[in-house]
Nanobody, 118 residues
Framework: QVQLVESGGGLVQAGGSLMLSCAAS????????MGWFRQAPGKEREFVAA????????SYADSVKGRFTISKDNAKNMMYLQMASLKPEDTGVYLC???????????WGQGTQVTVSS
């Protein structure tokens, strides 16, 4: 089992920055990919960014490319999402997810709220 806990959400004005953190515990060494997803009220959960847990490859949703940066610290079992130039449409609950070797996200944190005011 893997436990994931997010932190760092909050209220920020448009154009501002925020950094989210995700702490992994348990069998974190079993993960292949970790990612950030977000869900706005009334909308489906959407992919934001992902990082290869055992390598360094990253991927981003087109909507956040150039503004968000995903990173990790394997020694600390931590993943981060540095968000800049935030827009009101970035508002939502941000969730940390962990995926197995098949890319299936089977582990989720409880989420952290990000609100961007205009």
């Amino acid at each position: 089992q893997v436990q994931l806990v997010e932190s760092g959400g909050g209220l920020v004005q448009a154009g501002g920055s925020l950094m989210l953190s995700c702490a992994a515990s348990g069998r974190a060494f079993s993960l292949y990919t970790m990612g950030w997803f977000r869900q706005a009220p009334g909308k489906e959960r959407e992919f934001v960014a992902a990082v290869a847990w055992r390598g360094g490859g990253t991927s981003y949703a087109d909507s956040v490319k150039g503004r968000f940066t995903i990173s990790k610290d394997n020694a600390k079992n931590m993943m981060y999402l540095q968000m800049a130039s935030l827009k009101p449409e970035d508002t939502g609950v941000y969730l940390c997810g962990g995926a197995d070797m098949n890319g299936a996200y089977g582990y989720w944190g409880q989420g952290t709220q990000v609100t961007v005011s205009s």
